[in-house]
């Protein structure tokens, strides 16, 4: 699937409301584009106003030194709505006017062709384009960009037919091997929290997880087992992550925001931070964690200034948790739990990840309507070399066979390495499995060059059968930021921008630059 991604961030040298939007990822070469722009003291006008309605919590500032109102985007009857609260035609007005303020400060000129140039490159595959927006500047991380649209009428990116909306970060640290699941195995954690009837409500919610059925046939969807724990301490919480297999994390309960992906109070006095949840999930192949609280996905503030990296779904994804679900501001337990239902079914239902969750936000307009908040609270985070597969089907799993799986006694196995071509360079083995390519010492392949990035691009085995046989293929996957790998193909050097190409014996690589040393990629058979 085609992906684009773009990073926002504040230009901290040329003033404080000046910012710079430029696409990190494009399905294109000439996709790259960047341009500079400046928060609009109109969007800033209608940001406040949504806070004002909408918002459980503090309100953060973006343009604290603006003052001036270039216009009102609303009527003079739009103003004041009956008692402040979000009713009728003003909650709809306030809404759309909020999102299309937004797309139309981000998608501008060659940012708004790149976009439509990526969307048309899907529609010629027969798929939907995979959009994930970065936002590198802790003060707009609030903001509901679920709900950008075009025009009035025209769907919200987070509802669209032909793309799948999701954040991300590229400050991340690599994915490791991710285990291939066949069924949702859930562990269900509530914590401490005075508004809860926990067993009650734990009641509820492993009957939500665990008896969906997709389209009244169980026998098409995944299994999905459910375990709970009921105000753990962390010591019991990480010995249950560390016994079982489990790939998804829900979280109900109290919590904090803090600079360190705030607190989870599993027990009123046994709190754990982000930081320390995040090592026992990546250590323990957790691939989704799902958080029923309202700070989830909102960053810490002082003096209503955010405080960066502070979001607990920033910080599992920058510690490598492929994916991560939290509510942009409180949920309402019956919308919650419509949420999880429709959420869980799509999953069961072998759909990824950031398509589940696009499934669950339409029940959530559909049963609490367009000018209510409950469609725009979840908020999902995907790590940038995921793809939002948690469970398999078994269909598909079926001529592929595991990287550690033991080929026939008398089949030959080759064995594959990557030779330098400079005078007295060096000769690296690869495995059977993945090998990882980079400039610093944590890959298996060093290139202690500065045009190298950290974690450059990744060699892997593909066992397949064909016809009884056990066939092994290797495979090239660029991860560089700016796509600097290069392969010699008939027409000279080609330019690989993070995709994947078959290797065969003999092919020529180049990492980092077009000048760097060449490598010779060699299968031996013993």
Not at 356 to 384: C, D, G, I, S
Request: net charge negative; proline share 7%.
């Amino acid at each position: 699937m085609p992906s684009l991604n773009l990073a926002i961030a504040r230009l901290l040298n040329t003033g404080t409301d000046n910012f710079a939007i430029w696409v990190v990822k494009a399905p294109y070469p000439s996709g790259y584009v960047l341009r500079d722009c400046v928060w609009p003291d109109e969007l800033n006008h209608v940001w406040q106003e949504w806070q004002q309605m909408f918002a459980g919590h503090s309100h953060l500032n973006i343009s604290p030194n603006s003052t001036s109102q270039k216009s009102n985007p609303f009527p003079i009857d739009f103003i004041s709505p009956p008692s402040g609260q979000p009713i009728g035609p003003y909650s709809s007005r306030l809404m759309q006017n909020l999102g299309m303020n937004l797309w139309r400060w981000v998608f501008e000129g060659q940012i708004l062709g790149s976009l439509e140039r990526s969307r048309g490159i899907a529609m010629g595959l027969d798929t939907r384009l995979r959009f994930r927006l970065e936002i590198r500047d802790p003060d707009l991380i609030a903001l509901p960009w679920e709900i950008m649209q075009r025009e009035p009428g025209q769907s919200a990116m987070s509802l669209s037919q032909d793309l799948l909306f999701s954040r991300t970060s590229s400050e991340v640290d690599p994915l490791p091997h991710l285990r291939t699941d066949q069924a949702l195995n859930i562990l269900l954690v509530l914590g401490h929290d005075d508004k809860l009837q926990l067993e009650q409500e734990a009641a509820i919610l492993q009957q939500t997880l665990a008896d969906t059925i997709v389209g009244g046939n169980s026998q098409k969807c995944a299994p999905c087992i459910v375990n709970q724990l009921l105000q753990p301490t962390p010591q019991e919480l990480i010995q249950e992550l560390e016994t079982r297999a489990y790939n998804v994390l829900f979280y109900a309960g109290h919590g904090l925001p803090g600079p360190d992906g705030g607190l989870l109070f599993l027990r009123p006095d046994m709190p754990l931070n982000g930081i320390e949840l995040a090592q026992v999930l990546t250590r323990t192949g957790v691939k989704l964690a799902v958080f029923n609280a309202c700070w989830g996905a909102q960053p810490a503030a002082i003096n209503h200034q955010a405080i960066p990296t502070s979001s607990l779904a920033e910080v599992l994804i920058r510690h490598g948790v492929p994916a991560v679900l939290g509510m942009r501001d409180e949920i309402a337990d019956h919308e919650s739990h419509s949420f999880i239902q429709a959420f869980t079914e799509a999953l069961r239902s072998h759909k990824p990840i950031d398509e589940a969750v696009a499934q669950a936000r339409q029940e959530l307009l559909t049963l609490y309507k367009f000018n209510q908040p409950a469609w725009t609270l979840p908020v999902l985070y995907l790590h940038p070399d995921f793809n939002g597969e948690l469970i398999k089907n078994l269909d598909e799993g079926i001529t592929e066979l595991p990287d550690t799986a033991i080929p026939d006694i008398g089949s030959p196995v080759p064995s594959a390495s990557l030779r330098s071509q400079s005078p007295k360079g060096k000769i690296w083995s690869l495995r059977y499995g993945v090998t990882r390519i980079g400039r610093t010492k944590d890959n298996d392949i060093v290139i202690p060059e500065p045009s190298v990035s950290k974690r450059h691009a990744e060699i892997f085995c593909r066992n397949t059968l064909t016809d009884a046989t056990l066939v092994q293929s290797y495979y090239l996957q660029d991860f560089s930021t700016y796509g600097t790998t290069w392969f010699l193909g008939p027409n000279g050097w080609q330019q690989i921008l993070r995709e994947e190409v078959p290797l065969k014996s003999g092919m020529q690589l180049k990492f980092g630059s077009a000048r760097a040393e060449t490598w010779e990629f060699i299968i031996e058979d013993c």
